[in-house]
């Protein structure tokens, strides 16, 4: 006899490390810091500074298309192993790179793919290990990690910058990835077949699929042929690009438009709100539906923009950081659940993950757009005002999203396809 999902200890310490690798690949979260010290140290343009960010970004959002599908294959303990030896690599090498370019290949593009393959092995194994009841509460405990490692990355990283200098940094940050994300590998295992809640569970939805449902479940091939597609992914570029723009470049802003060198604080009250948001938005979601969360977050997110370029004391800039934050944590949150909404549950890891490499594209156009306005004009008002719009523009694709109309799928072609623990 199984234990009850509550008392699962084997399930718990599997979700207890793939917290604690998300908290290491969040070392992504901490760029700002990191591009304040290229800018002030090493003299690059805010652009040279941002590009190794959004490289980052974009690196991280295509692996995710195939990581899910390599740690379904060969498990996630060696998945997330490699991306702690991927990303405490790039680091390393990062701590060798003087040029913008190097530093691009280093931290930006490798350091991207070991985010990317971490990430990828922590949310499947942990909610394998509870029934389907859990499945929100255990991925939003998981996420939470990554959003909440510039809680303490961010002072971390700045205190290693004045006393170990850039490289010195780079090269720490390495090494302690490199370590921990193994170890704490070893502890990501799938359950055994038929030994956990959601694998108990599989039954009853397969014999849903055998009667023949309305819906159905989408291959990517079938989704990619779907209108609808195209509207969530530029929604999804849309509304994370001001996000990414604050993260990238919040504490080059604080310096600039408060002369507050402080702005590792701001980075650590994103992060501390954007896990808030995630929470927020499930919760809303699930009452008020996906489209009209998504509407009323980039609503909010639109006038926080506008009004950005006017935070210039250490007070407003916090409550624009919180407030940026809240909004951008909602889009981790609400693009997984609209494309299992729309898409089905079967195949969510690869259909999610081409809707995913949206979070590249926004991670150039937010914080490379940022840096690139801010050598031009000096300061990052038209940088706000254009991600404004770019939200404005969301919310307007957010209200016209509708689901896939899809025929039934044959019961012999359901009955020949069993259902996968999402």
């Known amino acids: 006899m199984h234990q ?33 010290a290229l800018v002030g140290q090493w003299h690059w343009t805010r652009a040279e500074a941002m590009w190794p960010f959004a490289a ?15 740690q379904d294959r060969i498990g996630p303990r060696w998945v997330a192993m490699l991306g702690g030896l991927v990303l405490g690599g790039a680091l390393i090498a990062a701590s060798l790179a003087r040029t913008p370019l190097l530093m691009l290949l280093t931290f930006g593009v490798l350091g991207g793919v070991g985010i990317g393959l ?32 510039a809680v303490y990355m961010s002072p971390l990283t700045n205190y290693l910058i004045q006393t170990s200098g850039i490289q010195g940094t780079f090269l720490f940050l390495g090494v302690c990835a490199l370590v921990l994300v193994c170890l704490l590998a070893q502890f990501l295992t799938n359950p055994p077949a038929g030994g956990a809640p959601a694998a108990r569970a599989a039954a009853a939805p ?67 709100f954007n896990t808030c948001g995630r929470v927020v938005s499930g919760f809303l979601s699930d009452r008020i539906g996906r489209s009209r969360t998504m509407m009323l977050a980039a609503i909010a997110q639109a ?49 999610y993950g081409l809707v995913f490499t ?25 940088a706000f ?18 689901p896939p109309r899809a025929a039934p799928r044959p019961a012999s072609a359901a009955r020949l396809e069993p259902v996968q623990p999402a």
């Open 4 to 36: 009850p999902a509550w008392t699962n200890a084997r399930g718990w310490i599997v979700v207890s490390a793939a917290i604690a690798i998300n908290l290491i690949l969040g070392v992504l979260y901490a760029w700002s810091v990191m591009g304040k």
């Open 118 to 149: 971490g990430y990828s092995a922590t949310t499947p194994p942990a909610i394998k290990w509870f029934p389907p009841r859990r499945k929100g509460l255990i991925t939003g405990l998981v996420v939470s990690g990554i959003g909440l490692a």
């Open 303 to 351: 006038l926080n923009m506008f009004a950005f370029r006017h935070y210039t004391t250490p007070g407003l800039l916090l409550f624009g950081s919180a407030m940026t934050g809240l909004c951008y944590g909602t889009v981790f949150t609400l693009f997984p659940a609209a494309t299992a909404d729309f898409y089905g549950l079967r195949n969510l890891g690869v259909n």
């Open 358 to 382: 949206a979070f590249g594209v926004a991670g150039v156009t937010g914080s490379v757009l940022g840096g690139k306005i801010g050598d031009l004009f000096g300061n990052y008002t038209y």
């Open 56 to 70: 980052s970004t974009a690196s991280f959002a295509v692996t995710m298309i195939f990581a899910g599908r390599v």
């Open 206 to 272: 397969a014999a849903r699929v055998a009667a023949g449902p309305a819906r159905r479940d989408f291959d990517w091939p079938e989704v990619l042929r779907t209108p609808q597609f195209y509207l969530l992914w530029l929604t999804f570029v849309l509304c994370a690009s001001a996000g990414l723009l604050v993260l990238g470049n919040i504490a080059i802003i604080a310096k600039d438009q408060a002369q507050w060198e402080g702005g590792f604080l701001a980075v650590m009250a994103v992060a501390i």
């Open 385 to 402: 005002m254009t991600c404004g719009v770019m939200l404005l523009a969301g919310a307007a694709l957010a209200a016209v999203l509708r």
